[in-house]
C-alpha cells in the first residue's frame, strides 16, 4: 500500500507518520536488544538511523506532503471538487 497522487492529505500524513514510528521502533527494540548500552544512546541511534532509513527510502510520501504543504501554504484549491464547487457547476448549468 503506497501513496498516491493527489490521495487524502489526512491519510498521507497518518501513512507516513505511522512508516516513520514503525521505523523508529523496529530499529529501537533491535539495538535495545543487541547493544550491550544504556538505553539513552540506542534511543539516539534509533532516531538518526530511523531518519536516515526513511530518508533514502520514503522519498514518495514525503514528496506527496511537500507538495500538500506548498498547496495548502498557497492557498491553491485541492485537487478535489468540494461542495461550493458542485453547486457552482449546477448553478451554473441552469443559468446557462
Known amino acids: 500500500m ?4 493527489r490521495s487524502d492529505p489526512r ?8 512508516l516513520r514510528v514503525g521505523i523508529f521502533a523496529v530499529v529501537l527494540a533491535v ?3 543487541v547493544l550491550p548500552v ?3 544512546i540506542s534511543t539516539v541511534l534509533a ?13 514518495k510520501p514525503r ?3 511537500s507538495r500538500q504543504l506548498a498547496d495548502r501554504r ?5 485537487a478535489t471538487p468540494t ?5 457552482d457547476a449546477a448553478v451554473g448549468e441552469t443559468r446557462g
Open 2 to 5: 503506497g501513496v498516491t497522487e
Open 11 to 18: 491519510r498521507t500524513w497518518v501513512w507516513f507518520t505511522a
Open 31 to 33: 539495538l535495545l536488544l
Open 38 to 40: 544504556a538505553p539513552w
Open 47 to 59: 532516531a538518526v538511523i530511523a531518519f536516515c532509513i526513511s530518508f533514502i527510502f520514503l522519498n
Open 63 to 65: 514528496a506527496e506532503l
Open 74 to 78: 498557497s492557498g491553491r484549491r485541492p
Open 83 to 87: 461542495d461550493d464547487d458542485a453547486e
